[in-house]
């Protein structure tokens, strides 16, 4: 399961983070995860649950963002947001298509304290 590795890097930024603010605890961290990434959300929240323990995150709530994917038209040059995983234009069909969003899992905010 990756999500270990990936709470472990995670809360490996956290404490650098932490340090260079000269916090002494993160209350909030906010990460966004693509549909597309690979990571599943729950495994994630329940690896970050059971690593914090004994770190500055360990009273910080967990929020995810979920990201659906976004396309990019060549054809109709607009962005969409896909709902099903149908890789073509909604609008025009077309399938000169980019993915520019929810492919990834992005660390957003952190609060300290």
Partial sequence: ????????ALLNQCEEHAKANDAEKITRIE???GV???????????????FKEKTVCEEAEFVMQIQPVVIYCSECEKAFTLSEHDYSCPQCQGSLIKII??????????EMV
Avoid: N, W
């Avoid at 399961?1 to 472990?8: G, K, L, P, T």
């Avoid at 597309?36 to 059971?50: M, R, Y």
């Avoid at 969003?101 to 952190?110: A, F, K, P, S, Y």
């Fill in 1 to 8: 399961m990756h999500e270990y590795s990936i709470v472990q």
């Fill in 31 to 33: 990460v966004k995860i």
């Fill in 36 to 50: 597309l990434s690979g990571v599943e959300p729950h495994l994630l929240k329940t690896a970050f649950d059971t």
């Fill in 101 to 110: 969003d929810g492919e990834d899992m992005i660390l957003l905010r952190l």
